[in-house]
């Protein structure tokens, strides 16, 4: 399991510069020992001081050094390791003096002083600063079994005497290492992972949330899916003490019991011809030869459904790699389309009077109250990109509404739209709030399950979703049928109206031609594949020029991956395309970056840096003609 999750984290990390960019927040941070300090000398800067340091800092420097480093987040004993940030002295240089301390709490919620018994421990740690600023962080520690200090960690890495299973561990075949030298040498690779284990145990903050979590599991109540694993688990129990932290457990009963028994069936998906979907009998020989085609030409490894007044006609897997690669239940990473998820299973909640989009936040987060906004900030502004909040791809973090406070008052709410993941990440964490559930589990439960979207996975609230072109379909059939499928009712009518794109007039003023609606944007079908966000600024409806090619209404997300999610409203159409974006062709041009060049400078830097993005512009101009072409087909007889 822990090697699955590294992969699926990899995975995660090829796919775009903003998940690179999160998982160096979360996961590699360079860390202090120094134990907690007190009060330092000097002066401390003033509020505004502080801020536009803040400023002109990189958002993720900025992150870096305000984490809470322990000396042990694997420890044992009954006393709680020290603890400090993670730079202290680069954080009294910048925002002054500072106290720090915190409460901790067992497994079962209840504040303790010390860690009577191995298991998990929670820890709220609090900082004050002499400018005025104040922070918490939540920590999630480990106290190992007793045992667990006598055991021989050289001898337990490398007994040559153990069987060692090199077939749960895989290097990564970009590593350039044959794999069958890797399995010639199994049981060095399984000693290198587990020195790397040891190496990592008690000083990686991952080590204490997955340990702590897989101490407290049993066989039985878990499938280490990404609703349920060590890391879900984790992030359930800070949901729980939170909850009852902030009084949220008295104010959102903690439950959910959608979709509920629909009024009558609505349309299903079924499997069908593309003559019975209206859609003439030569589809899939016209859409295949223009898959077939851009296969060859990138390497690509993808699904694609298309689904027309309930009838699925097209279900077809396209790749290099033989048939597991290309089977149509193969798993993409469909990237930002977890934001349409993330608003159908907050609409779900606005359609039970639990969530208003209008409400100012601080009603999900009271923790944030003390917060001085020139503008409040509202769930609309989070699920329209308006909020003003820097973009990060962090969702996964337990505190991640203490991490943002501090941007908060300087943040430019409702000014201008600006495409943001943190918006997305901080409405799962309400629903979490309301709800008393972990996002993907409730998301699985309540959203996926119900729909038959067995081929989905989703850990985040953002763009952490791995997904089939059919699967998507589902998703999409249910939209179309305003909120109901089959039997079963996820949100009413009027509640699709409210999630369907619209001038954001009400936030941005009378002369705004930005359109967005919760999770969905109008799509330009000749240009769906270009964006993996919507246009900052629409200042015409896309309606005309998808017109010309036989389109109606047609409304849906994008992603980096090139993944797609387009329903045309007037046609009752369903496009889904899932996209790793990783074929042949493009493994060059998509890790061609600034980091890359890093160590360069001057003329040579610049040209390195043209000729990557040159390339990259002229590659994925070529895949988006070939998706022209599919649109052109489908367009020519929807048009019919």
């Known amino acids: 399991m822990w090697m699955n999750m590294s992969r699926h984290r990899a995975a995660q990390a090829a796919a775009g510069l903003l998940f690179v960019t999160a998982l160096a927040l979360w996961g590699g941070r360079a860390f202090s020992q120094k134990p907690s300090a007190g009060p330092a000398a000097g002066p401390a800067p003033s509020r505004d001081a502080v801020f536009g340091t803040l400023q002109r800092e990189p958002i993720a420097g900025q992150l870096f050094w305000l984490d809470v480093k322990f000396t042990r987040f694997v420890f044992g004993g009954d006393d709680f390791p020290e603890f400090d940030f993670a730079r202290p002295d680069y954080v009294r240089s910048v925002l002054g003096p500072y106290r720090l301390d915190a409460t901790f709490y067992d497994q079962t919620l209840r504040e303790v002083r010390s860690a009577a018994k191995p298991g998990r421990y929670g820890a709220v740690v609090r900082g004050t600063f002499d400018s005025g600023v104040t922070l918490k962080r939540y920590v999630t520690l480990f106290r190992q079994p007793d045992e667990l200090a006598d055991l021989d960690w050289w001898r337990w890495a490398g007994d040559r005497t153990a069987a060692h299973d090199a077939t749960s561990i895989e290097l990564p075949p970009e590593l350039g290492i044959k794999p069958d030298v890797a399995k010639k040498h199994a049981r060095n690779v399984a000693t290198y992972v587990k020195f790397g284990f040891y190496e990592d145990l008690y000083t990686r903050p991952y080590s204490g949330r997955f340990l702590a979590s897989l101490y407290e599991s049993t066989p039985d109540d878990s499938s280490a899916s990404d609703a349920d694993d060590a890391i879900a688990r984790d992030r359930q129990w800070w949901v729980s003490l939170k909850r009852r932290l902030e009084g949220l457990d008295g104010k959102f009963p903690g439950r959910y019991d959608g979709p509920t028994v629909a009024d009558g069936a609505a349309t299903v998906l079924r499997a069908g011809t593309s003559a019975e979907a209206g859609l003439g009998a030569e589809l899939n020989d016209a859409l295949g030869d223009v898959y077939t085609d851009l296969v060859t030409k990138t390497g690509e490894t993808f699904t694609v459904a298309v689904a027309r007044d309930g009838v699925l006609c097209f279900d077809k897997a396209y790749g290099a790699g033989g048939a597991n690669a290309a089977a149509t239940s193969r798993l993409s990473h469909v990237a930002s389309i977890n934001k349409v998820m993330t608003g159908v299973a907050v609409m779900m909640l606005v359609d039970r009077g639990l969530i208003n989009l209008d409400d100012d936040i601080t009603r999900y987060f009271p923790s944030l109250s003390d917060v001085k906004l020139a503008r409040p900030i509202t769930v609309r502004h989070l699920l329209t990109h308006t909020s003003g909040l820097p973009d990060l791809c962090i969702d996964e973090v337990n505190d991640l509404e203490q991490v943002l406070r501090v941007y908060m008052p300087y943040a430019n709410v409702g000014q201008r739209f600006e495409y943001c993941e943190t918006g997305y990440g901080l409405a799962g964490k309400i629903v979490e709030n309301v709800t008393g559930t972990v996002f993907p589990k409730f998301l699985k439960s309540h959203v996926l399950d119900p729909l038959g979207m067995k081929d989905t996975q989703v850990r985040g609230a953002e763009s952490d979703a791995y997904s089939t072109a059919k699967d998507l379909a589902y998703l999409g059939q249910m939209i179309l049928n305003k909120g109901t499928y089959g039997g ?49 600024a629409i200042a015409f409806s896309p309606n005309a020029s998808n017109k010309e090619l036989g389109f109606g209404n047609v409304i849906g997300h994008g992603s980096v991956s090139r993944s797609v999610f387009a329903l045309d409203l007037d046609k009752k159409l369903v496009y889904t395309v899932a996209s790793d974006n990783k074929g042949d062709g493009f493994r060059d041009v998509l890790n061609a970056s600034p980091h890359s060049v890093k160590g360069l400078k001057g003329k040579n830097a610049r040209a390195l840096l043209g000729q990557s993005f040159e390339a990259r512009k002229t590659t994925e101009k070529e895949v988006d003609d070939f998706q022209l072409r599919a649109v052109k087909v489908l367009g020519g007889r929807l048009s019919r």
């Open 488 to 536: 079963k009712r996820f949100f009413g009518p009027a509640t699709y109206e409210k999630m369907l794109p619209q001038r954001l007039t009400s936030i941005l003023g009378p002369d705004t031609g930005v359109v967005q609606g919760i999770g969905l944007h109008p799509l330009n079908v000749r240009s769906i594949f270009s964006k993996a966000g919507p246009t900052p």
